[in-house]
Nanobody
Framework: QVQLVESEGGSVQAGGSLRLSCAGYAYTYRSTCMGWFRQPPGKEREGVATIDNYGTTTYVDSVKGRFTISQDNAKNTLYLQMNSLNPEDTAMYYC???????????????????WGQGTQVTVSS
């Protein structure tokens, strides 16, 4: 059983930065991948960034150039560095782990088996 524990989010002004962390993952399977998702108020959960056990990363277009996903295998911790935040980034953020990861479905929440508890990120204008 994988338990994912996210760090506390926060509130920042537009243009600011935050870093989220997610502890507790381990690449048990060759095809495992990890992801960050977010769910704005009243909207569906959407994929933000993913990384696999080879270090290959993918990002949704709206965060490219602003967000960076990374991992520290020694600490079993996943990170999401978020820069140049804007109010549209306001959401509950979740980390997730997929045991078997299909590249074409990397942003599909249904592919992910384990989820963190979620952490709130609020960006004010």
């Amino acid at each position: 059983q994988v338990q994912l524990v996210e760090s506390e989010g926060g509130s920042v002004q537009a243009g600011g930065s935050l870093r989220l962390s997610c502890a507790g993952y381990a690449y048990t399977y060759r095809s495992t991948c990890m992801g960050w998702f977010r769910q704005p108020p009243g909207k569906e959960r959407e994929g933000v960034a993913t990384i696999d056990n080879y270090g290959t990363t993918t990002y949704v277009d709206s965060v490219k150039g602003r967000f960076t996903i990374s991992q520290d295998n020694a600490k079993n911790t996943l990170y999401l560095q978020m820069n140049s935040l804007n109010p549209e980034d306001t959401a509950m953020y979740y980390c997730a782990a997929a045991v078997y990861c299909s590249f074409s479905r990397r942003f599909d929440p249904a592919q992910y088996n384990y989820w963190g508890q979620g952490t709130q990120v609020t960006v004010s204008s």
